[in-house]
């Protein structure tokens, strides 16, 4: 293996935001979208495609004081500390806005919040605490995700399409319902291959036929936790350089 680019990570401060809801869009079948801003965003950072924040859902009612982060640890306060999940962050840096897109699914609290948002409202999130910084121009990429990782496969697309420039990019992406490609329709110039209905064995087919490349190559797969793991196995043999392969749980089945 001669390739030595490999992705850096780097830490921020960690810094706990109130935001203050500006726009709520439909963005797509299955993708509720979030605009944010304020005062607070003032210095937030995400260098890493596949950056997590912390996001923060009080009870219906309940008030929620952000934390503070002092020397000694994060002092949450009194009261109750509400429930959060962890959702990529779209950064539009010219417009000083913060966007997620929830996707909508039924019983979850996340998704429940971001369909009955609305301006004004405000939201508290955390981080990103770091990133992963990974090359955009690496020759051969592959990119597997479920619903949970399409807005951070999006970040990635949208900054890969305006390279000089055009890597092999290949993108595997298991979905519920065939309306949810409407949410990556516009990046349609790129190789991605849908499996309709979350068929672990159907994306595993699609991965055996891949020939990854000897070296100038990236693997990211992200999924439920223990999909993610079977998936990864494929790629766990001494021809792949590890630390060119991120597998990351981004849920897990109860």
Same mark, same amino acid.
């Given at each position: 293996?001669?390739?030595?680019?490999?992705?850096?990570?780097?830490?921020?401060?960690?810094?706990?935001?109130?935001?203050?809801?500006?726009?709520?869009?439909?963005?797509?079948?299955?993708?509720?979208?979030?605009?944010?801003?304020?005062?607070?965003?003032?210095?937030?950072?995400?260098?890493?495609?596949?950056?997590?924040?912390?996001?923060?859902?009080?009870?219906?009612?309940?008030?929620?004081?952000?934390?503070?982060?002092?020397?000694?640890?994060?002092?949450?306060?009194?009261?109750?500390?509400?429930?959060?999940?962890?959702?990529?962050?779209?950064?539009?840096?010219?417009?000083?806005?913060?966007?997620?897109?929830?996707?909508?699914?039924?019983?979850?609290?996340?998704?429940?919040?971001?369909?009955?948002?609305?301006?004004?409202?405000?939201?508290?999130?955390?981080?990103?605490?770091?990133?992963?910084?990974?090359?955009?121009?690496?020759?051969?990429?592959?990119?597997?995700?479920?619903?949970?990782?399409?807005?951070?496969?999006?970040?990635?697309?949208?900054?890969?399409?305006?390279?000089?420039?055009?890597?092999?990019?290949?993108?595997?992406?298991?979905?519920?319902?065939?309306?949810?490609?409407?949410?990556?329709?516009?990046?349609?110039?790129?190789?991605?291959?849908? !499996?309709?209905?979350? @068929?672990? &064995?159907?994306?595993? /087919?699609?991965?055996?036929?891949?020939? %990854?490349?000897?070296?100038? #190559?990236?693997?990211?797969?992200?999924?439920?936790?223990?999909? !993610?793991?079977?998936? @990864?196995? &494929?790629?766990?043999? /001494?021809?792949?350089?590890?630390?060119? %392969?991120?597998?990351?749980? #981004?849920?897990?089945?109860?």
């Amino acid at each position: 293996m001669t390739s030595t680019r490999y992705p850096q990570r780097v830490r921020n401060d960690l810094r706990f935001r109130e935001l203050t809801v500006l726009r709520v869009e439909r963005v797509a079948a299955g993708f509720q979208r979030i605009v944010l801003g304020g005062d607070a965003l003032e210095g937030f950072s995400s260098r890493g495609f596949d950056d997590h924040s912390k996001v923060f859902f009080p009870e219906p009612g309940a008030t929620f004081v952000p934390p503070v982060v002092t020397d000694e640890g994060i002092n949450w306060g009194e009261g109750v500390r509400p429930q959060a999940r962890d959702y990529t962050p779209l950064y539009d840096e010219a417009r000083h806005e913060l966007v997620f897109d929830f996707f909508v699914h039924d019983g979850g609290v996340a998704s429940n919040w971001a369909l009955q948002a609305k301006v004004g409202d405000k939201l508290t999130i955390g981080g990103p605490r770091g990133s992963l910084v990974v090359a955009e121009d690496y020759a051969w990429q592959l990119y597997v995700c479920d619903e949970s990782g399409m807005p951070a496969l999006r970040r990635r697309l949208e900054a890969i399409a305006k390279l000089p420039v055009r890597p092999e990019i290949h993108a595997v992406v298991t979905i519920g319902d065939a309306s949810y490609k409407d949410y990556l329709a516009h990046l349609s110039e790129f190789n991605i291959s849908w !499996v309709v209905g979350h @068929s672990e &064995q159907a994306v595993a /087919d699609r991965l055996a036929a891949f020939n %990854v490349p000897t070296e100038d #190559y990236f693997i990211w797969l992200t999924g439920e936790g223990k999909v !993610v793991k079977s998936l @990864s196995r &494929q790629f766990e043999n /001494d021809e792949i350089d590890q630390q060119l %392969v991120r597998a990351s749980a #981004y849920w897990h089945a109860k």
